[in-house]
């Protein structure tokens, strides 16, 4: 891969990873409009290795927490500390497994133009709708079981090309009456699982039909998508309480339609 493909690329993965604005669109949208060659399932890989890098890291405090209660809670038979909001990551990560194992190769073949402009524009009308209609009184803490519930079917919704995972989960969280900053975070610990699942299953058919290794543009593209995925996250939770949601829904229908007029 040439340098400026591996840098263009990864930065769109540390961007629109986190940003409630589809990654896979944009993903998709880079290469074709430039004609470049298709970067293979390797590069895509490590940029979510990068992007994971960069969520934990972030969220490092809060994980070491959580994962110290989990364990607690698994000796006690009783929630304890921050072990209710690890359950609920877990809990939230089980609809899209299930789903993403069901319809893995049905997913990869509907990765087309059409459906990543309607679904990038759909859903983004809904994300503005939640956050200008949402209560917006509650962070991740509050969160009851079903609450975690809706989130997680949202998440599977995520599976459609153009949906954005962070933008769903979101957008339900919005509806739920989360907070800006409250949906956001829980959007991001709910990232961490779902990497992990898409980016092993992605490994295990690596493994079947080995590509060939280009080693400089894999490690330049997991420490760019990490670096930006890092930034990224920091300064999005950072805005978000003064630009909400509405800028991105626009930028959405800007893209989708985008999209629709280059086909």
């Known amino acids: 891969m040439e340098f400026t493909h591996t840098l263009a690329l990864a930065i769109l993965q540390g961007l629109t990873e986190f940003l409630p604005i589809s990654s896979s669109a944009h993903l998709v949208l880079l290469p074709k409009l430039f004609g470049w060659q298709d970067q293979g399932v390797a590069f895509d890989v490590v940029l979510h290795l990068g992007t994971l890098s960069a969520v934990i890291f ?9 994962t110290k209660d989990w364990f607690k809670s698994l000796v006690s038979f009783k929630l304890v500390g921050e072990s ?15 789903v993403g194992l069901m319809v893995h190769d049905v997913v990869d073949n509907v990765r087309s133009a059409t459906i990543l402009a309607w679904s990038t524009i759909i859903f983004g009308l809904l994300l503005g709708y939640a956050d200008i209609e949402g209560n917006r009184t509650r962070d991740e803490h509050s969160l009851t079981w079903k609450d975690v519930v809706i989130i997680g079917l949202a998440q599977a919704v995520a599976l459609i090309p153009g949906t954005s995972r962070s933008g769903i989960t979101m957008t339900a969280g919005l509806m739920l009456g989360l907070t800006r900053e409250g949906a956001a975070r829980f959007s991001f610990l709910l990232s961490i699982p779902v990497i992990i699942l898409a980016g092993s299953l992605e490994g295990f058919g690596l493994l079947r039909h080995p590509e060939a290794v280009d080693w400089s543009a894999l490690v330049l593209g997991t420490l760019i998508s990490a670096l930006v995925g890092y930034l990224c996250i920091h300064f999005f939770l950072k805005a978000l309480q003064y630009v909400g949601m509405v800028p991105f829904m ?12 280059l086909l």
């Open 84 to 98: 209710r909001l690890a359950w609920a990551v877990l809990f939230g990560t089980v609809p899209v497994g299930l």
């Open 250 to 261: 626009i930028y959405r229908l800007i893209l989708g339609g985008i999209i629709l007029w």
């Open 58 to 66: 972030y969220f490092r405090s809060e994980l070491s927490k959580m």
